[in-house]
């Protein structure tokens, strides 16, 4: 087949939008996986290109004895762009009909990272590419590691050289299932998978009918569908300071609005040293009026009422809202130099504009990357490639947030030397607010009942425990909790159905589906379940429960208090709960009319190490329901008192 140089999109026009209303994408893959050719292609479909570009290179090429190329339009471009790039990455616009789109290219992922870790060049959206000849390799794990890492959630996944396979669908299966699985240890599910051809131009911007087979979208079609990420608007202030100035005797804060927005006369406190003011005015040259409130991503200058000492890297935010302070981190480390980390060797940590000297004091679990395999033994070093769970300690005091709270302020990169070493997200933090609601509890004493779990156990013949069934939408949680309950029943075990549709009517209806209503929908299900579970019954919990962390919070609450829990994930691929869309939700998602839907537009991150997983797309609904039955009946049956085996021997029982 001859290569298509057909454009097949509009003509080009200035691209011209602010880059906060562009797609900002990012391709990733394996080296040779085809990532020029794919953005060659993208720019030569939409028409992007400058005019006679293709001639040009076509006929550099001939001269040179060489077949023509996409590759070659991508590195022309690089060329072109190369005097001006002021960071590791380069920004190259296209536009189709409906918007524009920037894609970010980096040299190497180190530098991919480092752009993405500091938020210079953050993305909206990734394609990540996987030859379906060669099939999923070390880099196309390790690249979505650093995409799951970065909380990038709008994926494709591209096929590509699906003529290599004859455009082999049973082939594209197989590559679907490899890599949805490994995904999904990593909590991504990807919103498509594109069987496709960038040297042939298959599937880039239409459907074409050499892969007739796939009733997906293109790789194009695929990316309308993806959203902007608007800056986060609901969430605290987060006013990260770069650099102050003395001008007329007066002090002028400059920095950036990460999250939140900022008032004139609202008071305001730097971390991490807790000092406050009141912000006496937004200063903006030229401007006819000055300004009385600045939003998220806007670069502001400001002035305080009082003079306090502040300095650069100090986070701003209103005072019950503040980010978490200390000398102390708790991360997920991905290393990427030759050299590797050891323990308690000084680096810099580099966090929003802070940058101060500090070494790892723990590393608690390292994971090889492309496997996500622990290593075994007990790890003093961190070597390239690896990912870690570590503590970090400073040797002052920073000011941070949880990645899943704020990730602006929830990440960082590590320098040694001049070099980036790795990068990392914070996984936890103790906040003031949450602090004063443990404070909340601190005069309280729990009125112990002379009814005891053991009594209650006993006349009710089982124990009470909590099941906590997680899954996409569709995927069968609903289902399998009243089949459960019937099957119970039926043996005279006292269950009761904790369903999330339901709660929403009552105790939930005042929360939504952002992730912070998500969180406290989990909490508010999950001490409810601890408090029937603790009155003997056997709960069935049936909630998205899309966020590790909320689930794990729910397994400690539980653990704490000695009940029985068990983690069971529904597990039904993203395409097929859409193609069952039992309630109609999938196709209101997509056609924009639900916000925020989980597997669509709002994360799901798997379980790990769930105790139970039924893939309800492999098993009959009947053969699911008996395994999932037998589990609860062994989950809910109580202990054998334990023998003392020396005494049994001794003749003592
Ligand atoms: N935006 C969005 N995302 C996900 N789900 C949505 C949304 N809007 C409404 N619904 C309906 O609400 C049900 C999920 O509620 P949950 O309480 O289980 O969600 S969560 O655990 O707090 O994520 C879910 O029920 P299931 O389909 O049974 O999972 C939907 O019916
Ligand atoms: N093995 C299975 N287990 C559970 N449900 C299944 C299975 N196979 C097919 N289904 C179907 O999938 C759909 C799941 O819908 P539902 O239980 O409402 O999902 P959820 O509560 O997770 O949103 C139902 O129509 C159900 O009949």
Redesign the pocket.
């Known amino acids: 087949m001859q290569t298509t140089l057909e454009p097949t999109k509009v003509p080009t026009s200035d691209i011209s939008l602010p880059t906060s209303q562009k797609l900002r994408i990012v391709i990733v893959g394996h080296v040779d996986h085809g990532k020029s050719t794919l953005i060659g292609r993208l720019f030569h479909d939409t028409n992007s290109l400058p005019e006679g570009k293709v001639e040009q290179i076509r006929k550099a090429s001939e001269l040179e004895g060489m077949e023509f190329e996409f590759a070659f339009l991508l590195d022309a471009l690089l060329e072109e762009q190369a005097q001006n790039i002021t960071i590791d990455t380069t920004q190259l616009p296209f536009r189709t009909d409906k918007r524009e789109y920037v894609i970010i290219d980096a040299p190497g992922h180190k530098e991919f990272l480092k752009n993405m870790v500091t938020g210079a060049a953050s993305a909206d959206a990734a394609i990540l590419l996987i030859d379906a000849n060669e099939g999923i390799q070390e880099q196309s794990k390790r690249h979505a590691y650093l995409l799951s890492l970065l909380g990038i959630r709008q994926i494709v996944v591209a096929v590509n050289k699906m003529d290599l396979v004859g455009y082999r669908q049973e082939r594209f299966e197989k590559v679907r299932a490899d890599y949805t699985e490994f995904l999904g240890k990593l909590g991504i599910v990807p919103q498509h998978f594109v069987p496709m051809s960038a040297k042939l131009g298959l599937n880039i911007t239409t459907a074409s009918p050499e892969l007739a087979w796939h009733k997906g979208p293109a790789i194009l079609e695929a990316l309308e569908q993806f959203q902007i990420s608007a800056p986060p608007d609901d969430l605290p202030l987060r006013f990260v300071l770069q650099d102050i100035y003395r001008f007329d005797e007066r002090r002028i804060l400059a920095g950036r609005i990460e999250t939140g927005s900022l008032q004139v006369g609202q008071e305001i406190v730097f971390w991490p040293d807790g000092k406050s003011s009141r912000v006496k005015s937004i200063e903006e040259w030229n401007a006819p009026e000055p300004p009385t409130s600045a939003l998220v991503g806007e670069s502001v200058a400001i002035t305080l009422e009082e003079q306090i000492f502040v300095e650069r890297g100090d986070i701003g935010s209103a005072p019950d809202h503040g980010p978490a302070e200390g000398r102390e981190i708790q991360a997920s480390l991905f290393w990427l130099q030759n050299d590797p980390l050891p323990l308690n060797v000084p680096f810099t940590l580099k966090l929003g504009t802070q940058s101060v000297e500090a070494r790892l004091v723990e590393i608690t679990r390292v994971l090889d990357s492309s496997t996500l395999e622990p290593l075994a033994g007990n790890p003093g070093i961190i070597h390239k490639n690896e990912v870690a769970d570590v503590r970090i300690r400073a040797r002052k005091p920073i000011a941070f947030d949880r990645h899943d709270r704020i990730s602006e302020t929830g990440r960082f990169v590590i320098v040694t030397g001049k070099r980036i070493g790795g990068g990392g997200i914070i996984r936890e933090a103790e906040y003031q607010d949450e602090k004063r609601l443990a404070g909340a509890t601190e005069n309280l004493t729990w009125t112990v009942s002379p009814v005891t779990r053991e009594l209650r156990a006993e006349n009710f013949g089982h124990r009470g425990a909590v099941l906590w069934l997680?899954?996409?939408?569709?995927?069968g949680?609903?289902t399998l909790a009243t089949g459960l309950e019937y099957h119970l029943h039926r043996r005279g075990i006292f269950s009761y159905i904790l369903?999330?549709?339901n709660?929403?009517h009552g105790l939930?209806a005042n929360?939504g589906?952002s992730a912070e209503?998500?969180s406290e929908?989990?909490r508010r299900?999950g001490e409810t379940a601890r408090l029937m579970a603790e009155a003997g019954l056997v709960v069935i919990c049936?909630?998205?429960?899309?966020f590790r962390a909320?689930r794990d919070n729910v397994r400690k609450i539980c653990q704490r208090d000695g009940i029985p829990f068990a983690e069971v994930f529904i597990n039904a691929p993203l395409d097929v709960c859409e193609s069952r869309d039992?309630?109609g939700?999938y196709k209101k998602?997509r056609s924009g009319e639900?916000?925020?839907?989980?597997g669509i537009?709002?994360p799901y991150e798997a379980p790990l190490a769930p105790e139970l997983e039924l893939r309800t797309a492999e098993h009959t609904l009947d053969n699911t329901l008996l395994d999932l039955t037998h589990f609860a009946v062994d989950l809910s049956r109580i202990p054998e008192p334990q023998i003392d085996e020396e005494l049994a021997r001794g003749g003592g029982i």
Do not use: M, Q, Y
Request: glycine residues 8%.
């Open positions: 997680t899954g996409l939408s569709g995927s949680k609903s369903d999330g549709d709660l929403r939930c929360l589906f209503d998500r929908n989990i299900a049936s909630l998205i429960s899309p909320d039992p309630r939700l998602a639900i916000k925020e839907f989980t537009t709002s």
